[in-house]
Every structure is written in C-alpha cells, then in structure tokens.
C-alpha cells in the first residue's frame, strides 16, 4: 500500500502539485488520471525521490522511500522510457541497471523474457522503437522484483498488441498481490484495465475512487446486443458483473462500453451494439477535469 499524503511542489508562482493526498491499494492496479499538465509526473517523481516535495510525503506499507533498506526491489518505476543509452545493447542495459542496485546480473535475462524482448537482447537501444524501449524500460523496473510498479504514461508509443500484452501483464502483476500506479491521459484506456482512479487537474486531487463507485455514481449502464446472449452473460456474471435480460438486450451496470467490449473480444462473442444508456465514465471524468481547468484558469 502506497500513503500519500499533502504531497505539495511549487515551481516559481506555479503550484505544480497542490496538497495531494491519496492511497494506493495493493492487489488493484490504480490508474492516475487527469489532462496535460495535471502535475502528474511531478506527483510520480516526488513518489521516488526524483523531485524534492515543497511538503507531504509518500510511504510504502509505512516507510519513507528514503528509508527503504532496497528501493529497487520494493518499487520499479519507469517515468520516461528514453533514459537510456543508445549505444548499449538490451542485455548490457539492464547488467549495467542491475549492477547499480546491487542485483545479480543474470537477472537481466529473466526480465529480458517477461517482457518479450528475449530475442532482442543483443541489439542496441539505440535502435529501438519507442515501444521496444517501453517494454526494455520496464524490464529494468522489474530487476528487483518489486511489490509495487509505478509506470508513467507507458502505453506511448505501443501498437495495440503492444497495449494489450502491457495490460495484461499489468493486471496479472496485480493478482499476484503486487501494486500498480500507472498513469495516463487517456481516460478511456485507462478505464478499461484500472480498477481504482485518481483523477487530478490543475495539481489538485479531484476524486480517489473504484471504477465501480464512479459508474454506479453516475448510473452508467451499458446495452448490450448480441447473438449469444447467455454465454456472454455468463462470460460478464464470471468478472463478476450483474447482468440484467431485458427483451434482446443485456443490461450491466457498474462498468464499462470498453470492459465489456474487451470481454466479449476475448470471449470471442459477436457483439451487434454496445451502448452506453447515460453519461460515460469518460463523460463524467472530463466534466470533472474541465471544471479543474477553468478553476485554474479563473
Ligand atoms: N521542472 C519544472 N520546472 C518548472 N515547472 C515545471 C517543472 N516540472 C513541471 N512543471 C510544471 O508543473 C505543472 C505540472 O506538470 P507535470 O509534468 O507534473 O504534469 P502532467 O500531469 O504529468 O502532464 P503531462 O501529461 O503533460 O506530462 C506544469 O504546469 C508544468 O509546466
């Protein structure tokens, strides 16, 4: 579990981040959301002692992060996927990493395999695709075998195999009891794999809550039309969602256009028409966020 609390950075007349105060559960993969310039990154940089906090602080299961006796095998972060040199390959990347934070060495060929890029260790960095060096970045937080995973804004620059196959990991790290932070700007990705949300804007937290309680809050159900109605709704009945028959249609609510689009997906149900019956999750995010803006701005 990850406690922040008034966590407050100044940047000139600028509060870049504003009195933040949120917890992150483990065992849920927590989604940090709000536009550009929210204070995002500076809130994750000041979570592992990149940037110093005007006031606040931030502590895993009750300890500082500088009084961590292992940072890197208690928190793997990744918050920009170039720090890397070009001229180095994958494997000596991640040895060199590993070096740093007294790991063994051969542990870059494990985290090497987690990620996919077992075939690529021995060509450079420098040659990568941005989403080659997504996946090698994250291979270098993993060296420690941390509990928590903090992970900036790490869908750029991924295909959509490239989404799906981190979204998935990401998930399975949380089932296994791990925490995972990561953020985004993109309000409906986010909603389609997060199970908790920090929604910030101008610095400020604007609302700490379960996808669950946000969808139900504002009614959010989701129609669903299909040509195999009961092995789809025993499909969303197994995620643990309650579906309702009403004439041709299945009616869930508590969840998502894009959560149910992804179970069908994968269940390899046709879907005929999916529709949200009020405001989107991703409506009500942006209200949210619009709001901040125009308090910012006012
Ligand atoms: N080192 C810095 N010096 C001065 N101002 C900064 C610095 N870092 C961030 N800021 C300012 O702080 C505010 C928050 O920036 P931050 O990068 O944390 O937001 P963000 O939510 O991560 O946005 P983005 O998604 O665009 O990265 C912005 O107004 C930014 O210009």
């Not at 992150?24 to 940037?51: C, D, E, I």
């Not at 602080?57 to 040199?85: E, F, I, N, Q, W």
């Not at 009614?219 to 579906?243: M, N, Y």
């Not at 991703?282 to 910012?296: G, H, I, K, Y």
Request: aromatic letters at 4%; charged letters at 25%; one cysteine or more.
């Amino acid at each position: 579990m990850i406690t922040v609390s008034d966590l407050t950075k100044q940047y000139g007349k600028r509060l870049a981040v504003d009195g933040m105060t949120f917890d992150v559960a483990a065992g849920r993969v927590t989604g940090f959301v709000g536009p550009n310039g929210a204070g995002k990154s500076t809130t994750m940089r000041m979570m592992v002692g990149l940037t110093r906090p005007g006031r606040g602080d931030v502590r895993y299961s009750g300890v500082h992060y500088r009084d961590l006796k292992h940072p890197a095998r208690t928190v793997g972060s990744v918050l920009d996927a170039r720090c890397m040199h070009p001229g180095r390959t994958a494997r000596n990347h991640l040895r060199a990493t590993a070096a740093l934070s007294g790991i063994p060495t051969a542990r870059a060929e494990e985290v090497l395999a987690e990620v996919g890029l077992g075939t690529a260790a021995d060509q450079r960095a420098g040659k990568f695709s941005l989403g080659m060096r997504q996946r090698l970045a994250l291979a270098g937080a993993l060296l420690g075998d941390p509990q928590v995973l903090l992970l900036d804004e790490p869908s750029n620059g991924l295909d959509p195999d490239g989404i799906r196959w981190l979204r998935d990991y990401l998930r399975d790290f949380a089932r296994r009891g791990g925490t995972v932070f990561v953020s985004s700007h993109l309000i409906g990705e986010l909603s389609m794999f997060a199970d908790d949300l920090i929604v910030v804007g101008g610095g400020r937290l604007l609302a700490a809550e379960s996808v669950q309680e946000i969808t139900a809050r504002n009614d959010v159900a989701v129609l669903i039309q299909t040509l195999q109605p009961a092995e789809l709704a025993s499909r969303l009945a197994a995620h643990g969602l309650v579906v309702e028959v009403a004439a041709d249609r299945l009616i869930v609510r508590g969840t998502t256009r894009a959560a149910v689009s992804q179970i069908a997906f994968d269940s390899r149900i046709q879907v005929l028409e999916l529709r949200e019956t009020s405001r989107s999750l991703e409506d009500s995010l942006l209200d949210m966020t619009r709001a901040s803006a125009e308090f910012a701005s006012a």
